[in-house]
């Protein structure tokens, strides 16, 4: 047609465009046919005819009322036959992203040539709403629900083949719901997921092949191990059903790995199928768990009722191998109260009675006794019978008297066991009186049963209503010990009878050289003015020893004193200096030892000493010769003499700072003595005591000046450097156990620059070290409470915005990573008895700092547990690694600077505490 015959007949009103109702009544005519009757070419191309006007400015835009018309072809999902169903559906009832079908919606052909134009021009929703998402969902569950009821109706007359069929098309389908549904996670929010708080939603095949449908929390994701890594199965695998990870699941609540409190509920509500499924290794090692870190706040009498501990039931056996029987013990294992398990204390006693037993491990043994369980001491009733004539008075009752009032001040002495006494210890022991008798009888009762067996000593009331204790001829002191034990101790155990049993046997002389503090306890006996020797009735010898030879030596030399008291007096001509003589000597050798003893006088305080050494200093600044202050030209001008002077009494009060304050805080200095045990130097202190280690191949050699010398094997010296140990390994726990709290708002510190310290106190650091600066705050996490879920507070860098970003954004995607470190760090903590409040995980993505010390309290660096110990956390290299950062950040609280000194105290610790963490990582199975 002709440009001139269009405009003609378009001036006679003819339309270039039909209306939009004639052109969607054909499309709803055409569609509403049958599927064979029905023009699918025209259709499609009314489509597209349609879609290409509707654009912004086509012809029938703003024109479309159509939304409830149904003219789109559409297909649809049947969930129970997997069948593609072909529909028609109006613009309101469908949805253009084909994923949707997954879940039983309705969606564009895709045949058709661009749908999502078509559903963009015609208002078509591109997915489903998030509420018409969780309506079907639930929908979903209870179709599937009823599909099994339906199955479990039919039993064994659909077959378990066509059974199990039915139920991987469930799984099948809830994968692929879960999948799209992971897809939409950022379009949830949390307030759109609490109906399904507790509705149980995620289909899990349990063992015995049964379908069954849990809620969020009773489901935990598949934990994934490295390539190489040793497989085992871990206690949620063990316990609960696991699904693979998805994000909407991760979102709706389901966890990685349970945490404690909901192993412990778990182990509470089904005590048996928690040890049926995990077996006893496992159930054990989750005791340890939650003995370490008991998930509840307070013991609830549930708690104590409950029977989820393991008790043991020891049989012993005679075994006969040839001619020899040996005793062997099996040990069999039941769930039971706290209060019908009971602690040993004491071996002998659980031997006598069958009775329920706990693990023999320091931290289970805590726990129960927390729990509400006893020590077989406390359930076993002790009676004894003194049988035949009782005497008082006798050789052997009056020396074993003697010796009890002699070590009275040592047993009762509070610096000497950790024990607690009664509060009536003091007057019991002086009260006491001492029978001797021809037998004892003890009668043991537990439960219903008892037995008789003949002991050597025990305890009772007179009818003077006092304390007395009654022994035989051939008492055996252990069991004295044990009975002197009983009285004065709220609790005691054999290794206490034990102890005690060492301080009634062991001479004076010997329970020095151990480092008892018998000088101060005991008094020895001051050599006898007379030189006259008086014949001496013979008496028992309780500890039933022959007399050492250094203890007659130390009788012959006296003639009054006893049990090595003379080694006392030779040793301490004046009253006890507690070893503060030695140090000044060592540290002034021209000085002579009398002369510094009378300074000190009788028991000098550590303030007295350092008076002391002071006035010698003095003294030693006067006596400076005028030889020794010339110069190159012979005399020195006053200046110089002054500057000099001045120069060594600043190296005088050097060595006294090292000598007598061990620890000054930051910067402080160890006695030279300390010094040697932790370095392992041979060389001794002062001038040339003990040692020089000059020797060749491993041999040493003694020099003859000081006060040391040639007494460094004798044992005075080992006794003495055993005192020495014991006080720094005190001042070292003293040290860690005044960590403080990590300041919860961060750390704000500037970079700071330590200089050497000054001459006489340096230990040899060479150079300036700069510390960095640290600027840290709050990351509040997952949890919404700053910490992980192990308790321990999670910060990160913000020295910038931008670094503050990504620290943020890393901690957010890796809080897995925070937690599992967290259970490194707190397992650390309870190694080395801190409080989780002292330690803060932080992340810096820039940097070189592992781990830092703040005001005594510690931080440490995820960014490098990440890079080297995130999929081996549970190996003795991870523990191993961060003890040993922990024990350098520890030195910390002692020095500031990495200097010798810092590396000396570093060293001890890790040496002081590594048998905790052996015991640890054996008792945990930690390889």
Sequence with gaps: MSVAARNFLLKLGVRTEPPLSDIMGYLEKESAKGIDARDDAALTTALQYLTQRLAPKGTYANQFRHAKVDFLPCIRQN?????????VKSPSTCYFNPTAMVMGFSVLDPMLTDTEQIGIRMNIH???SCQVLLRRLLQLVDIAKAKLDHLERQGTKIGTEAKEKDIEKILVLFEGVFLYLSSRTSDFQKRHLSELEKKPFIPCKCRGGRLQFYTADQVFFVKRQPEGAAGGDSIAELLFQQVEYNAFLSFAGVKTEPSLEELFALMMKKPDEVLDSLGEPKYKMLLRRIAADPPFKRITA?????????GYLIVDEDESEGDESKTRSKAQYILAKADDIHIV??????RQFPMLISPMEQTLEEFYRRIGSKYVSEVVKKNFEVMGSTRRGTPLANSCADRIKERRPLLLSPSITSRPLVSNASTILDNLEIFQADSIRAIYSFERSSKMINVTCCSKLTARKSIAIFITNNFELFDLGSCIGDLILQHCELKDAFFLTSLLEASIGTLRNRGFPVDRIVKPQPPAKEAKVEPRKETPDITNRETSSNDSRGSRSTGTVKDGSADAAITNPTQPSGGF???????YPQCDISKIREMLGPNPSKEKAAAVANELAEE???NVTGSEHENKNGTETDTESMLRAKKEKKSVLGKMREGLNPVRGIGGKMPQILNKRISGSPQGAGGGAGFDGRGKSGESHREGR?????????????GREDAVQKSLEAMLQQSIQSSRSVNSSGVASQETLLQNLPEGIDCGSNGCEVVPAQNIRPFKGPYGNFKSRYGIRVMAAASSTLEANEAFGFLSNNFDAVDKFSVVIGHLVQIFNLGLGTVAIYYDPNGNTIAFNSNKAFHFNLRFFHAIHRHDWKSKGCYSYWYTVFCHELAHNLVSAHNKEHGKYTESIVMLYLPALIDFMTQNGIA
């Design 302 to 310: 549930d708690i104590r009722s409950a029977p989820f501990l393991l």
């Design 126 to 128: 591109r997915d489903p």
């Design 581 to 587: 003589d030695t140090i000044l000597k060592n540290m």
């Design 706 to 718: 000081g006060v040391g010398a040639g007494q460094g094997d004798d044992a005075e010296s080992k």
């Design 345 to 350: 204390d004491n071996a002998f006693l659980r």
């Design 79 to 87: 969930l129970e036959t997997s069948e593609v169903i072909k529909e």
């Design 620 to 622: 030693l600044n006067k």
